[in-house]
């Protein structure tokens, strides 16, 4: 059965830390990972991720993936009480014409001041 | 920028009636998408949809769902005699293309079922 496995569940952390968020998964025929923003309502899109090696990086955030080990960290530099929120991260594999997106159970961040 | 719009934000419905989810996603995407979120759990797939046909559904997606693209702009979900357990943030999403392009999220519309 497709997974994907997110850690930690939660995290406290103050003003100006760097947290590093981890997703590991077991997807067949795996096609990309992707990491979204889950703040009150829509998740918003952050990183897409499909080949290993390559950090994506926006901003104080960035992402890289490891095909190899099947898996993924998102690192937040110089956190501010903006970035609380839950990070959501995803899986799409290839199944039909088109990927579902497989999803892990998010990290809880929470920036103190 | 342009983004998934759902409404209602919140649809309170008694046990066993229908109710329809509505969506309009951004205006060049062509594949279209439900999640359902129960309250303290992931994010489930339900149904894909891509030129006027379902092409992939998942096992929550039974025969009291069907979805449909009455016009050029929205993208409805309806559930057709609702359960208790349908309660759940629904979340409508759209992408230019699969897999090469990212999903993009609406803020969701909350179902209780009562």
């Known amino acids: 059965e497709d997974k994907v496995v997110q850690s930690p569940l939660s995290l406290v952390v103050h003003e100006g830390d760097t947290v590093t968020l981890n997703c590991s998964y077991e997807v067949t025929n795996f096609r990309s990972l992707l990491w979204y923003k889950q703040e009150k309502k829509a998740p918003t899109f952050l990183f897409m991720l499909t080949s290993s090696g390559i950090e994506k990086k926006s901003g104080r955030l960035s992402s890289i993936l490891d095909k190899k080990e099947l898996f993924s960290i998102l690192n937040i530099t110089a956190t501010q009480t903006g970035d609380s929120a839950v990070y959501l991260c995803a899986v799409e594999s290839y199944g039909g014409s088109q990927g579902n997106l497989i999803f892990g159970k998010g990290t809880k961040l929470s920036v103190k001041p | 920028e342009p983004e998934v719009t759902q409404t209602p934000s919140h649809q309170v419905t008694q046990m066993g009636q229908e109710v329809i989810l509505r969506c309009v996603p951004i205006?060049?995407?062509?594949?279209f998408y439900w999640y359902r979120q129960i309250l303290g759990q992931k994010v489930e797939f339900l149904v894909s949809f891509y030129n006027n046909e379902i092409s992939e559904k998942s096992e929550i997606f039974d025969d009291q769902f069907s979805v449909e693209r009455p016009d050029g702009s929205n993208f409805t979900l309806k559930i057709r005699s609702t359960k208790l357990e349908d309660s759940a943030m629904y979340f409508c999403?759209?992408?230019?293309?699969?897999?090469?392009?990212?999903?993009?999220f609406g803020d969701g519309t909350r179902l209780s079922i009562l």
């Open positions: 999403a759209s992408s230019e293309e699969a897999g090469d392009q990212p999903q993009h």
């Open positions: 205006s060049n995407h062509l594949y």
